[in-house]
């Protein structure tokens, strides 16, 4: 099986920073692209930032210039720190990762548990 687990999250005034981190355990035969996505109250999941195994960085127009992205290929673990943040980055945070468990089986992806980020205003 594959776990994502999350840390970071929290409460922070705008204008402020927080950092979020995402590990990946379990049976990891390759970790190809991994990333953050958002859900905010009302609205759809939208993509926020994702890296590719090699460094390839996506951006979200919203999170450009304010949020960086990157990963830890060692340590499976994908990170984004959240800078000058505003009220409306308050969402639920989730990290995704598609993963090879084994080489004989196709990639899929897998998903963290969400950590809420609330930005006051």
């Known amino acids: 099986q594959v776990q994502l687990v999350e840390s970071g999250g929290g409460l922070v005034q705008a204008g402020g920073s927080l950092g979020l981190s995402c590990g990946a355990s379990?049976?990891?035969?390759?970790?190809?692209?991994m990333g953050w996505y958002r859900r905010a109250p009302g609205k759809q999941r939208e993509s926020v930032a994702t890296?590719?195994?090699?460094?390839?960085?996506n951006y979200a127009d919203s999170a450009k210039g304010r949020f960086i992205i990157s990963r830890d290929n060692a340590k499976n673990t994908v990170y984004l720190q959240m800078s000058s943040l505003r009220p409306e980055d308050t969402a639920v945070y989730y990290c995704?990762?598609?993963?090879?468990?084994?080489?004989?089986?196709?990639?899929?992806?897998?998903w963290g548990q969400g950590t809420q980020v609330t930005v006051s205003s």
């Open positions: 995704y990762a598609n993963i090879e468990i084994a080489l004989s089986l196709p990639a899929r992806d897998y």
């Open positions: 890296i590719t195994k090699g460094g390839r960085i």
């Open positions: 379990g049976f990891l035969f390759s970790i190809n692209d």
